[in-house]
């Protein structure tokens, strides 16, 4: 398994420009300070090189740069106690291959990781430039791609084999593939002042070579995309679209009943006179002006497919003689504006055509219409509500009419007009013979009281209480008794009065069935409804559409905004791909 080793992270800085090269002796060039403070130009940075700034100033720290100059100036010690280095190729020089090296621009971690390679390998380099050479004299690549089995494999070898051992070169089986070697870069060229600015002058006009080739592309598009439909939409507005006049109409459907009396009161009377009481109607009579009903009925008696299918139509309203009825009803519904405000309860209409008094003839027409669907969903509702009261006062009246025949039957086969005044004369009659008889024991007493009382008048006076005495038990029998007709006066006295009281009863339910009615009659007047006209139709003496402007402004603002979305979305997939 191979692990990746971990390291902190170092500043790295590249050298700026080549570094000078040193004298005959060695030694590197140096500028002496100047007492007064020079802010070199742009052209002077360019021209002249700069010295890289390790951060250690004059200390010959081990890697740092006064080391370097201090190693090429004064041979290694390891070389005068006799140590053995590495073989030089003969013909080159050790400190022209370190300034070459320094000349490269190799970051501090570069030459950290050289230096720390090169003592891997067993090498003393004075410096880390010198162990770049050293390194590439035994034919190491520095920077190569290493990870630390490489590194330990080959501090393994080194220790088994002799360093000047014989390099045995066996039989490969395969190539082995060398790691592309890192380019190294090229000083910058050094240029004029003219020469800077010709470059320059070149860089500025081909960005505006680009910009102006951009800005062309970019009107092309607005122009195809978004000028060209809007210039062709005004020219339709503006030179092809039929003139047409608007009729506006506004009603209001309204409730006959007052705030006052009957079911008008508490809610109901709060409710009846605001808009919210005819919200429902109201609603009903703009879907029934906006339905097919509506329209077909308007073509039947106003022919409206005839007014929209001449040839004074431009060809986008236009209808064909043949069309179908939902190509008419698409152009009924594009002409007719209508909208019910819940607010105020208005109803608002406008009617648009060819000609200002068709537009008139329009409106008038879809009025009568909605008072007619109107005045048929109020009858409906009277008609609902006065059924019931008309059916109970209906049976009330015929049962009171069999109560009044039944009675008269009664009294033609009794022959009893009244029973009441039958027992009421039998009574009288009885009672004044009993007075009678009264007398006559009154009289018969002062006969008996003489000291010789008649004969005669006493037996007369007898017979004639007697006489008395039978008929008025038979008046008395003859009200109990049956009679030779078959039936008793009691029996068509009770009959009578059963009678009498059905009738009775029946006249009390007819005469409240009558006032239940009459009740349900206002009510059902109270609840009627009414078209009531607001603003009535008149023609107009000047076309209110194609509104020209408005749409050709419309147009523009939409063909934009879709060109903006499709640019937006296009530069985002493009982005999305790219990436």
């Known amino acids: 398994m191979t692990t990746t080793p971990k390291a902190r992270k170092f500043r790295i800085r590249m050298s700026d420009a080549p570094r000078p090269a040193s004298d005959a002796g060695g030694v590197p060039l140096q500028l002496a300070p100047t007492p007064s403070r020079h802010h070199p ?83 003393s380099p004075t410096s880390d430039f010198d162990a770049v050479r050293l390194l590439r004299a035994r034919g190491l690549n520095p920077f190569g791609p290493t990870n630390m089995l490489d590194m330990v494999s080959n501090e393994i070898r080194d220790d088994v084999a002799p360093q000047d051992a014989p390099i045995v070169n066996l039989p490969a089986t395969s190539t082995p593939v060398q790691p592309p070697a890192k380019p190294t870069p090229k000083p910058l060229p ?107 009925r308007l073509d039947q008696d106003l022919d409206f497919r005839g007014h929209f299918s001449s040839p004074r139509m431009d060809p986008l309203i236009r209808l064909e003689p ?154 008395r029998s003859g009200l109990t008794a049956t009679q030779t007709g078959g039936v008793s006066l009691a029996r068509i006295q009770s009959e009578l009065v059963i009678a009498q009281a059905d009738l009775q009863t029946r006249q009390a339910m007819l005469a409240q069935a009558m006032q239940q009615m009459e009740t349900a009659r206002m009510e059902a007047n109270r609840q009627s409804l009414y078209l009531s006209m607001g603003v009535f139709p008149v023609a107009p003496d000047q076309a209110a559409y194609p509104r020209a402007f408005e749409n050709s402004l419309l147009a523009f603002l939409v063909f934009s905004g879709i060109y903006l979305m499709v640019s937006m979305t296009a530069s985002i997939l493009r982005e999305q791909v790219s990436s």
Do not use: C, W
């Open 41 to 123: 130009t742009a052209e002077e940075l360019m021209a002249a090189p700069s010295e890289v700034e390790d951060g250690f100033g004059d200390l010959a720290l081990p890697g740092s740069a006064a080391a370097a100059k201090r190693a090429a100036a004064d041979p290694a010690p390891g070389q005068a106690d006799g140590e053995t280095q590495p073989q030089q190729s003969p013909g080159r020089d050790p400190v022209a291959e370190t300034d070459a090296i320094r000349a490269e621009g190799l970051t501090g971690r570069q030459l950290r990781t050289a230096r720390r390679l090169a003592q891997k390998h067993g090498l």
């Open 190 to 296: 050094r240029f004029t002042a003219d020469e800077r600015a010709a470059e320059i002058i070149k860089i500025q006009r081909d960005i505006a070579r680009r910009r102006r080739r951009r800005l062309v592309l970019l009107a092309s598009r607005l122009s195809l995309f978004v000028l060209l439909p809007t210039l062709l939409v005004a020219f339709y507005y503006f030179r092809v679209a039929t003139p047409l006049y608007a009729t506006n109409t506004e009603f209001v459907i309204q409730k006959a009943e007052n705030g006052s009396g009957g079911s008008g009161g508490g809610l109901g009377g709060l409710m009846g006179g605001s808009s919210f009481a005819t919200v429902q109607e109201s609603i009903v009579v703009q879907s029934y002006l906006e339905s097919r009903e509506a329209m077909l």
């Open 322 to 475: 043949d069309a179908a009825v939902e190509t008419m009803y698409a152009t009924y519904r594009d002409q007719l504006t209508i909208g019910y405000d819940p607010t105020e309860g208005v109803i608002k209409m406008e009617m648009r055509a060819a000609d200002p008094i068709t537009s008139q003839t329009f409106s008038e027409a879809l009025i009568r219409y909605a008072e007619e669907r109107v005045d048929q969903m109020s009858q409906r509702l009277r008609e609902d509500q006065m059924s019931g009261a008309r059916d109970s006062y209906e049976d009330a009246e015929r049962r009171m009419i069999e109560a009044q025949i039944r009675v008269l039957e009664l009294q033609e086969r009794r022959g009893v007009l009244s029973a009441e005044a039958e027992v009421s004369t039998v009574f009288q009659q009885i009672s004044s013979f009993e007075m009678e008889v009264q007398n006559e024991r009154l009289r018969l007493a002062e006969i008996l009281a003489a000291r010789s009382p008649n004969a005669t008048r006493v037996a007369v006076a007898e017979n004639n209480i007697a006489r008395l005495e039978t008929l008025i038990a038979s008046l």
